[in-house]
């Protein structure tokens, strides 16, 4: 079974970046998609990005596409989220997660890491 650990969140301006990171360990790193999602103080958790096993395939929620970038480092273990263009409904705790029989459609998350908070300011 995988553990996911996120780091990399913080507080930034409207306008900022951030990026996020998430080291896998327990499992065979390659043989997961992994995505992120978020969760924003009295909202639902909502989808943000997902990449699949190779890196290969991205897919975003529409509210990111164009400001966020989803990649992975399979030598590493490693998932990012590359956070620009940051703006204040971004405010949330976003969540690392692993999926191993997604096969393009909706992404339901398996595993779930603890979370990183992300605070915009504006």
């Known amino acids: 079974q995988v553990q996911l650990v996120e780091s990399g969140g913080g507080l930034v301006q409207a306008g900022g970046s951030l990026r996020l990171s998430c080291a896998a360990s327990?499992?065979?790193?390659?043989?997961?998609?992994m995505g992120w999602f978020r969760q924003a103080p009295g909202k639902e958790r909502e989808f943000v990005a997902v990449?699949?096993?190779?890196?290969?395939?991205?897919y975003y929620a529409d509210s990111v596409k164009g400001r966020f970038t989803i990649s992975r480092d399979n030598a590493k273990n490693t998932v990012y989220l590359q956070m620009n263009s940051l703006k204040p409904e971004d405010t949330a705790v976003y969540y690392c997660?692993?999926?191993?029989?997604?096969?393009?459609?909706?992404?339901?998350?398996?595993?779930w890491g603890q979370g990183t908070q992300v605070s915009v300011s504006s």
């Open positions: 327990g499992g065979t790193f390659r043989t997961y998609h």
């Open positions: 997660t692993a999926n191993q029989r997604w096969s393009g459609g909706t992404y339901e998350a398996d595993y």
């Open positions: 990449i699949s096993r190779s890196g290969g395939n991205t």
